[in-house]
């Protein structure tokens, strides 16, 4: 199975960039994560780091995939950041958001898991998905049927080193992945500025996972002075086999917003 990558990761306006973006890809297995530190607390930097190198280290990628391995691979990594608030007083009240693929080379497999409000989305067969459901406070009241309208959407209610240490991230159900299937993997500072529309919309114009990640940031930039201070934004684009065959949609009204057309 063919797999292509590209990512990005962005300041932004901030003093620093927190978040974290790696990836191992094995013969038979492969892992690719992104995270984002928590902001408010200080050390959010670190548990993103800390999170990234303990999942990445732990993960085996000449084995098939396991999905109670997969929950070993995340719990390890909230320990190990439990363990970094317990030595630093300073850094007591750390976390970091997760969001990880996992896909099996040979048996075309995949499944992922997810803390926080990094988020994963699937690009099959024409239509993007959004697969993951975000841990905050905006998510459980719009679930609840509430309105949202002046709540902070950066408030959650989970991701690793927050809330209860017995709590767990959220995973997926193994499933089966077809050539020609795109993966995004992204920070809440990416999703803010991109809609699904565009994501699937910038999809139909591209022919490399980098071509795609590059308008996305086009737009996020093009609509910056209406959104006040940008957050750090990072993404990860994992590419199956040739989703370029699938995604070549090109229409004129869509290429407006991301180049200006001339008469």
């Known amino acids: 199975m063919n797999i292509t990558i590209a990512s990005t990761s ?6 620093s960039n927190q978040d974290q973006i790696g990836d191992v890809i094995g013969k038979r297995s492969a892992c690719f994560v992104v ?3 928590v902001a ?29 391995s997969i929950r070993n691979y995340v719990n390890q990594a909230n320990h190990a950041i439990r363990q970094q608030q317990k030595a630093s007083s300073e850094h007591s009240r750390m976390g970091t958001t ?17 803390a926080g409000d ?17 841990h905050s406070l905006v998510q459980q009241m719009k679930d609840a049927g509430h309105r949202t309208e002046g709540i902070n959407s950066n408030l959650l209610y989970f991701a690793l080193g927050m809330g209860d ?19 995004l993997l ?7 500025g991109v809609t699904l529309e565009q994501m699937q919309q910038s999809l139909h114009m591209v022919n490399t996972p980098e071509e795609w990640l590059t308008l996305m940031q086009q737009i996020i930039r093009n609509d910056q002075p209406d959104q006040g201070q940008q957050d750090n934004f990072s993404a990860l684009a994992v590419w199956i086999g040739s989703p370029q065959d699938t995604t070549l949609l090109h229409s004129l009204s869509e290429a407006a917003q991301f180049f200006p057309l001339r008469d």
């Not at 408010?40 to 109670?68: E, K, T, W």
């Not at 997760?98 to 997810?114: N, T």
Request: proline share 1%; with cysteine.
């Open 10 to 15: 962005n300041q932004g306006d901030r003093a």
């Open 186 to 192: 992204c920070t809440d500072g990416f999703w803010h």
């Open 40 to 68: 408010g607390f200080p050390g959010g930097d670190i548990a993103a780091s800390i999170a990234r190198s303990s999942l990445l280290q732990a993960f085996d990628g000449d084995a098939h995939l396991n999905a109670q």
């Open 98 to 114: 997760l969001v990880s693929l996992f896909i099996d080379r040979d048996y075309h497999l995949a499944c992922w898991a997810h």
């Open 118 to 134: 990094s988020r994963l989305y699937l690009f099959r067969r024409g239509y993007l998905y959004l697969v993951t459901t975000d």
């Open 35 to 37: 995270c984002d530190g």
């Open 165 to 183: 240490e017995q709590r767990d991230a959220s995973y997926s159900e193994v499933v089966g992945i077809e050539d020609g299937d795109a993966f």
